[in-house]
Nanobody
Framework: QVQLVESGGGLVQAGGSLRLSCAASGRTFSRYAMGWFRQAPGKEREFVAAVSWSGDMTYYADSVKGRFTISRDNAKNTVDLQMISLKPEDTAIYYC???????????????????WGRGTRVTVSS
């Protein structure tokens, strides 16, 4: 069992930066790939970024490439999402998720993750 708690959300002006953090409980954190997803008001949940269990492979949605960076620290049981050059369209609730499946093709599919946090709200003003 893995419990996830996100933090770091808030209100920021366009062009600004935020760093989201996800703290995980459980001794098996390092066995899970981790992902960040977001859901804007009135929209479906969408993939943002993912990192392999070891941290050596990362994946990003096209909309955030070059602006967001995902990283993890298996010693601290945390996964972070550094966001720069934020845009109003980045406004959403951001969710951290953990999953364990073979390969990497599933990492962008939210339904394939096993555990989810409750989310942290990010609002980018124009």
């Amino acid at each position: 069992q893995v419990q996830l708690v996100e933090s770091g959300g808030g209100l920021v002006q366009a062009g600004g930066s935020l760093r989201l953090s996800c703290a995980a409980s459980g001794r098996t954190f390092s066995r899970y790939a981790m992902g960040w997803f977001r859901q804007a008001p009135g929209k479906e949940r969408e993939f943002v970024a993912a990192v392999s269990w070891s941290g050596d492979m990362t994946y990003y949605a096209d909309s955030v490439k070059g602006r967001f960076t995902i990283s993890r620290d298996n010693a601290k049981n945390t996964v972070d999402l550094q966001m720069i050059s934020l845009k109003p369209e980045d406004t959403a609730i951001y969710y951290c998720a953990a999953g364990r499946k073979f390969g990497t093709s599933w990492l962008q599919e939210g339904d394939d993750y096993d555990y989810w946090g409750r989310g942290t709200r990010v609002t980018v003003s124009s």
